[in-house]
């Protein structure tokens, strides 16, 4: 089993300022790390899919990057909006499985 | 427009049996690859199962042998039948949606919330 580990475990941001949340592999899955982002109540939304590509109507304040066992997804100029927790997902192999998850908190 | 809506959560006694039913709208079922994904309260997310649309199925070592995935193509749901339920199988249950192997779940159902109490 792909084991992913993401850092910070939370994190306390100030609206507009940049958020970089890391995504570790146990081993090398390519391009194969998609990022959700899931607000209370509510079920997770795909932000990024492969590493880096936005999925359809996400802002463009949110990308990704990386490849192997090494990702991060970046959120430019925080909004009070983007409150919420961001997990990292592998679809490289069975079992599928996501990061512990990173909750985001705006000051 | 994409819509996934899951029933059949509830409370049931530890031992008991309850399936989970996912209505699909705006694409088909048999054509996808579907998934389950549960979060225990308070926790992250974990992956419990699929179903390609060649009709293999697979699951989490946590459930193999317990739970079933399955489809009715002329209902356009999916279904999780889970048996031998356990306290630690209490969860909200999600549907999600990938078009092939590889994808990412790009659809989610909003979840139903299964509880294993006595």
């Known amino acids: 089993e792909i084991v992913l580990t993401q850092s910070p475990d939370f994190q306390s941001v100030t609206p507009k300022e940049k958020v970089t949340i890391t995504c570790r592999a146990s081993?090398?899955?390519?391009?194969?790390l998609h990022w959700y982002q899931q607000k209370p109540g509510q079920s997770p939304k795909l932000l990024i899919k492969?590493?880096?590509q936005s999925f359809s109507g996400v802002p463009s304040r949110f990308s990704g990057s990386g490849s192997g066992t090494d990702f991060t997804l970046t959120i430019d100029s925080l909004e009070a909006e983007d409150a919420a927790t961001y997990y990292c997902?592998?679809?490289?192999?069975?079992?599928?499985?996501f990061g512990q998850g990173t909750k985001v908190e705006i000051k | 427009e994409v819509q996934l809506v899951e029933s059949g959560g509830g409370l049931v006694q530890p031992g008991g049996s309850l399936r989970l039913s996912c209505a699909a709208s705006?694409?088909?079922?048999?054509?996808?690859?579907m998934g389950w994904v549960r979060q225990a309260p308070g926790k992250g997310l974990e992956w419990v199962s699929v179903?390609?649309?060649?009709?293999?199925?697979y699951y989490a070592d946590s459930v193999k042998g317990r739970f079933t995935i399955s489809r009715d193509s002329s209902k356009n749901t999916v279904y999780l039948q889970m048996n031998s339920l356990r306290a630690e199988d209490t969860a909200v249950y999600y549907c999600?949606?990938?078009?092939?192997?590889?994808?990412?779940?790009?659809?989610w159902g909003q979840g139903t919330l299964v509880t294993v109490s006595s």
């Open positions: 492969y590493a880096s």
């Open positions: 705006g694409f088909t079922v048999s054509s996808n690859y």
């Open positions: 997902h592998q679809s490289s192999s069975l079992p599928r499985t």
């Open positions: 081993q090398s899955i390519g391009s194969s």
């Open positions: 999600a949606r990938h078009p092939s192997s590889g994808w990412p779940f790009d659809y």
């Open positions: 179903i390609y649309s060649g009709g293999s199925t």
